[in-house]
């Protein structure tokens, strides 16, 4: 029953990492304005997912992604 039980869970854990997720360092660039100027500052996020159209997604929102 153990082999059993144990072997069941060794194929959830490769079913698993077959569908693992990628990580990306995404960033957009902001606009900051102050009295006397104006300049660019980036906002970075990490992005892990196994989704293609969450990445495509944040990156119409304007971000770059890169692979990390």
């Known amino acids: 029953m153990k082999q059993i039980a ?3 869970l060794l194929g ?3 079913l698993a990492m077959v569908s693992c997720s990628k990580c990306y360092e995404c960033r957009v660039p902001v606009e900051v304005r102050t009295p006397d100027t104006t300049y660019v500052e980036y906002q970075e996020e ?3 997912t196994a989704d293609q159209k969450e990445l495509e997604a ?3 929102d304007g971000y770059t992604c890169s692979g990390s």
């Open 6 to 8: 144990s072997t069941i």
């Open 12 to 14: 959830i854990g490769l």
């Open 46 to 48: 990490s992005l892990c």
């Open 58 to 60: 944040k990156e119409a």
